[in-house]
């Protein structure tokens, strides 16, 4: 059983709201909230790159996004990064 703080008959409503959004709304709020989280992740990885390019940080978000593997066989391996050495 699922712990919850919201009363039965607020959760009830949020349901009944959730279930009266049109899709084309709903839509609308799930790439909102992918937008973000791949902003998110990218200021994530500027912080923990600082010197890398934009190129470098797309690869390592499609690191992120994809996994490792797949992200290698699709965009290749990760640059060499000399200014770590």
Same mark, same amino acid.
């Given at each position: 059983? #699922?712990?919850?703080?919201?009363? =039965? ?11 009266? $959004?049109? $899709?084309?709304?709903? $839509? #609308? ?9 791949? #902003? ?11 010197? #890398? ?10 690191? $992120? ?11 290749? =391996?990760? =640059?060499?990064? =000399?200014?770590?050495?």
């Amino acid at each position: 059983m #699922a712990l919850s703080d919201t009363d =039965p008959k607020a959760k009830a409503l949020q349901l009944q709201m959730l279930r009266d $959004v049109p $899709v084309w709304r709903k $839509v #609308a709020l799930w790439a909102e909230l992918n937008a973000t989280a791949r #902003a998110l992740a990218l200021s994530g990885l500027r912080a923990r790159y600082p010197r #890398a390019d934009e190129a470098e940080l797309r690869r390592r978000l499609a690191d $992120v996004l994809l996994g490792p593997e797949l992200a290698t066989r699709v965009y290749g =391996p990760l =640059p060499e990064r =000399p200014y770590d050495s």
